[in-house]
């Protein structure tokens, strides 16, 4: 099959970025999305060009590095799947595909398609953690913790942070990303010590890199590759209210 | 971990000013819904109830007042947060993708791409409708408009609502802005539940029907009142 792409291509960060317009021919469609990225690069550094930088790692849809937004939605067209699990049979013969990076002030554009997301471990450093003494590995079970309990932990829990939620944001927006994180640890008793000053300080850390606020529109949700629920933007503005009167 | 007291300050936090703008939303939709039943007193078969009512409400000049000041702290706290996190909105996304993706899929909808215009018409609306009824400058008759309710002279309510709603342009900004009060509440009345921290997956429906069916209730009734007007319901 064909495809045009047009690729955002930008040398660095505080240099004007532009599209460059390429054309594939003779591609499987049974491709993943960045094999075709990849073919794209043979070819460009075969003709002596820069080749397209993107961020990859596991290439099976659980590591969160593959950040793009393909024809304005990040991680592409498909529900559930980061860009790496995008298959060029989700694509009609011929189609233009736009690729940008994520666009939000947070993340700015480091090359091409590369954005740097060191915002989210800005967050993750102020509170997304539990404070516990190093030495042993915990006897499993020693904490009971109910069924429908662990499992709500594990829904938030499955975040990978890779930033398509601040990506699909019009405000570029982390809530669902901090509310998830929030959530995770929250929910566990191994998280109750510090809940309330966590929830303050992730806010603080977000509020702090250039994020937006959530207009409640829920973007962020529909093109989360795990599928994590706005519902935990809730719980996040309940938790933090709650932190907020107890301070008091 | 040791809060930073300054900088945790709830009022400058995005979920603080978030939580601001709920709870001012929810007291001013309390408002228009007490509002709104108030004035659907006008279709009582005699013009005593209304009158009757009006009068009760300025009974007491203190908490007439009192009333008025929580209104107005309400609706100036809620521009203030709601302009200030909208301006952080758009200074966080500068740059928007060159395709726009799937409206439908990124849950874009008119309402909720609108708030700032939608509020700023109701704003507007708002000032001249209290120029208009409450401080009755636009039309200076409405001030000797009396009536005899239990054997008292009051203000008549009913006969100044008629003569202002049967001209056609006062008429006419007071449906636009309650058409745009519909845009408004459709998406900020089940926002505000997000904010308080009441929705989750069995409630979302609820809260989304919900806010649409209030949202629908407050345009009919009260666009009732001028559509009455107009079609020759009451004579002047």
Redesign the interface.
């Known amino acids: 099959m064909k495809l045009h792409l047009?690729i955002w291509r930008q040398p660095g960060r505080d240099h004007p970025g532009h599209?460059v317009t390429y054309e594939l021919d003779g591609l499987n469609p049974d491709m993943s999305f960045l094999e075709m990225l990849d073919v794209l690069n043979d070819r460009l550094t075969r003709e002596g060009k820069e080749p397209v930088a993107f961020e990859h790692d596991c290439r099976e849809g659980i590591c969160g590095s593959c950040a793009m937004?393909i024809?304005?939605?990040p991680h592409g067209p498909n529900e559930g799947a980061t860009s790496c699990q995008v298959y060029l049979r989700s694509f009609r013969d011929g189609e233009t595909l736009?690729i940008?990076p994520w666009?939000?002030?947070?993340f700015p554009v480091l090359k091409d398609l590369v954005t740097d997301r060191s915002a989210f471990d800005r967050i993750m450093q102020a509170?997304g953690f539990i404070?516990v003494n190093t030495g042993q590995a915990p006897d499993a079970n020693a904490i009971p913790i109910g069924k429908e309990v662990a499992e709500q932990a594990f829904d938030a829990a499955h975040c990978i942070g890779c930033g398509a939620c601040v990506a699909?944001?019009?405000?570029?927006?982390a809530?669902l990303f901090v509310a998830a994180k929030v959530s995770h640890l929250g929910l566990l008793p191994q998280g109750q010590p510090?809940r309330k000053?966590?929830v303050?300080?992730m806010?603080?850390a977000?509020?702090?890199a250039?994020?937006?606020?959530?207009?409640?529109?829920?973007?962020c949700e529909?093109?989360c590759p795990k599928e994590i629920?706005?519902?935990w933007?809730?719980?996040?503005?309940?938790?933090?209210?709650g932190a907020?009167v107890k301070?008091l | 971990m040791a809060g930073n007291s300054e900088s945790s300050c709830f009022l400058r936090t995005s979920v603080g000013r978030k939580w601001v703008v709920a709870l001012s939303g929810l007291f001013l939709i309390g408002f228009v819904v007490v509002h709104m039943a108030g004035n659907l007193q006008m279709f009582s078969p005699t013009a005593d109830a209304i009158n009757r009512y009006a009068h009760l409400l300025k009974a007491s000049a203190p908490l007439l007042w009192a009333f008025r000041l929580a209104l107005l702290t309400a609706t100036a706290a809620h521009i203030w947060a709601a302009l200030s996190l909208a301006r952080e909105n758009r200074a966080a996304k500068p740059l928007n993708y060159a395709v726009a993706g799937r409206k439908s899929r990124l849950h874009v909808t008119l309402a909720s791409v609108t708030m700032v215009i939608s509020g700023t018409v109701i704003l507007a609306f708002v000032v001249f409708h209290l120029l208009h009824f409450t401080a009755q400058v636009v039309d200076r008759s409405y001030a000797t408009m009396e009536t005899m309710v239990d054997g008292k002279t009051v203000h008549d309510v009913h006969r100044m609502v008629v003569s202002g709603f049967s001209r056609p342009l006062i008429s006419g900004f007071y449906l636009l802005a309650m058409g745009l009060l519909f845009f408004h509440l459709r998406h900020g009345a089940a926002s505000l539940c997000q904010t308080l921290g009441i929705r989750d997956r069995k409630l979302a429906k609820a809260i989304d029907a919900g806010s649409w069916i209030l949202a629908v209730v407050l345009f009919l009734g009260f666009s009732s009142i001028p559509l009455a007007v107009l079609l020759g319901v009451w004579k002047t």
């Open positions: 047009k599209f937004a024809n304005g939605e736009t940008e666009r939000a002030r947070a509170g404070t699909a944001c019009r405000n570029g927006s809530m510090e000053e966590r303050l300080r806010v603080e977000m509020d702090a250039g994020f937006g606020n959530c207009s409640n529109q829920y973007a529909a093109v629920s706005a519902d933007i809730a719980r996040m503005n309940r938790d933090y209210a907020v301070k």
